[in-house]
């Protein structure tokens, strides 16, 4: 191998580290909807008897009836130890939605999250479309209830009633006190004597605002549940000029991002269609009902589910439709499980997620360990053996393949692999990924700290384990290590080779300068750990 081929190896190892969402999305390997192939052609492609329904076509992805002109009617509170949620009566449309137990920002004066603001109130999250018709803005509507308090443990409904394009429209909703689900039963009545063939849509949404979101670590997005597989797209630009649209077997669709969603959850989900669009700052939700008949004199009652409230893992586990599902763990989503569950293990004795993460760094660098000394070794070799591989070089100058030849069979020889120093690192990566995963969609690690403040300041630090380092102390002291680690680490042949490494701790460094502080001190502390194991190898190989 000469030194373009180890030049290769080398880059190849920065590229994936660097850019691996780029390529595996490129490669295909990550699962993304076609912008010019709608989820609905996935659908329609199988026959409509297997779906079970008969797949109607998809209308255009716009919502704009859905902005809200109030009818009649009044606010009422709902009011949990999880939330304090407002609806207007005329309708039952959400006007507010404020979470208990999150904060928008670390500081404690800091207001709660509202998942529904001023501006995702004027599209009429948990509103209904009734062909076509919005049903917060048409007819009179009753409500039979009052404000609702709940105590834990304990649960209460609202029951609502109103018409809208000639048909009664019976809504009851259900709050509970351990649970940020709201369930729905909805009744039509066809007055007179003649069926109605009614389309019902289901409508939410949310603003960046409103949920928290922001950054390239944390974007505002649509996810949905198609066919079982989890589906989302996070580009505003296709959101707002093309948005999403299909027609399938949707077992849930939300507006959210990391932490948060505002998900609507159909009882039957087959032939669905699926609307969702960015518009005037807020991710808008629909899923629409195929046609079904009402006949007079008799109820025709649907039933779905909402989910207003955080991507708490614990509580979607009992959540319906495998709403669990949108907390996506990526490719590696069994490392990143299994790296939670240390992370939660550690935590439950410790009681900062920032020592968790240490003491999470230290079981992984045991068991790499046997890996790095012996990707060390072989290192070391390569540093005996490069006077001979410069010979080779010198002699062979004007005969590539026999240079080439003879330097593989000088490593065949003693055993050395040429691209050892990179292996550790792309052991590594499905441990780094999976991490990176879990710590960016951990609800646990949002606001949690490690050092509050910088010693001896009042300046924040590492306050929020989910965001980056407002200091970029821990990146630079990241990058300082890996410095250290590259003088340590025997140095190449090749003069090219060595300055492409010496590289790399400034690549890695303007790359972890956004991260969340978490995965930074995941890697901080692995580049220490990393030290004084070569620290020790060195000092035996010098005896």
């Excluded at 589906?231 to 991002?257: F, H, I, P, Q, R």
């Amino acid at each position: 191998m000469d030194s373009k081929n180890l030049i290769l190896t080398i880059t190849v190892c920065v590229g994936i580290l660097v850019g691996w969402n780029y390529l595996a999305d490129h490669m295909g390997w990550i699962a993304k909807p076609d912008p010019a192939k709608p989820a609905q052609q996935q659908a329609v492609q199988q026959p409509a008897e297997q779906q079970g329904a008969p797949v109607p076509p998809t209308a255009p992805a716009s919502l704009t009836p859905g902005i809200f002109t109030p009818s009649e009617g009044r606010a009422v509170t709902v009011r949990t130890p999880l939330y304090t949620a407002v609806l207007h009566s005329g309708g039952g449309v959400l006007k507010s939605f404020e979470l208990r137990k999150y904060r928008v920002m670390v500081a404690p004066n800091s207001g709660l999250v509202n998942l529904v603001d001023e501006t995702t109130a004027a599209t009429a999250p948990l509103g209904l479309l009734i062909n076509g018709q919005p049903s917060w803005s048409t007819g009179r509507w009753t409500l039979e209830g009052d404000d609702l308090t709940l105590a834990p443990g304990q649960a209460g409904s609202l029951r609502l009633r109103g018409e809208v394009d000639g048909l009664r429209v019976e809504r009851e909703l259900r709050f509970s006190a351990d649970s940020y689900l709201i369930s729905e039963r909805m009744s039509l009545y066809a007055p007179g004597e003649s069926a109605r063939t009614v389309r019902v849509a289901f409508t939410t949404g949310a603003s960046t605002a409103s949920v928290g979101a922001g950054g390239s670590y944390d974007p505002m997005r649509i996810g949905w549940s198609l066919n079982g597989k989890f589906n989302e797209e996070t580009s505003a630009s296709d959101l707002s000029s093309k948005g999403v649209a299909g027609t399938g077997n949707y077992g849930w669709a939300a507006a959210m991002s990391n932490y948060f969603m505002n998900a609507i959850l159909p009882a039957d989900t087959e032939g669905l269609t699926l609307k969702g669009r960015l518009q005037s700052d807020v991710y808008r939700v629909a899923l629409e009902r195929p046609d079904t008949l009402a006949n007079p004199g008799e109820a025709k009652t649907l039933e779905l589910a909402y989910w207003y409230g955080p991507k708490d893992r614990i509580l979607l586990k009992n959540a319906p439709n495998n709403l669990a599902q949108s907390i996506d763990l990526g490719m590696f989503s069994i490392i990143a499980v299994a790296l939670m569950w240390l992370l939660d293990f550690f935590h439950a004795y410790v009681g900062n997620w920032g020592i968790a993460i240490i003491l999470l760094t230290v079981v992984i660098k045991i068991l790499f360990w046997p890996l790095t000394a012996k990707s060390y070794k072989s290192m070391e070799k390569m540093k005996r053996l490069n006077p001979l591989i410069q010979k080779i070089r010198e002699k062979h100058a004007n005969d590539k393949e026999t240079m080439n030849k003879e330097i593989m069979g000088l490593y065949k020889t003693y055993g050395v692999n040429p691209a050892s120093g990179c292996m550790p690192i792309l052991v590594q990566l499905p441990v780094f990924f999976g991490l990176y995963q879990a710590l960016m969609t951990a609800l646990e690690l949002r606001h949690s700290s490690f050092i509050t403040y910088l010693p001896g300041t009042d300046w924040l630090w590492l306050a929020d384990l989910s965001t980056k380092d407002p200091t970029y102390i821990t990146p630079l002291l990241m990058g300082a290590t890996m410095f250290i680690q590259q003088k340590l680490t025997p140095a190449a042949g090749d003069p090219m080779q060595q300055k492409i490494m010496m590289l790399m701790p400034i690549v890695f460094t303007f790359l972890f300068l956004n991260f969340p502080s978490g995965l930074v001190v995941y890697w901080l502390v692995n580049n220490v750990l990393s030290i004084a194991q070569q620290w020790m190898m060195l000092r035996k190989v010098e005896a």
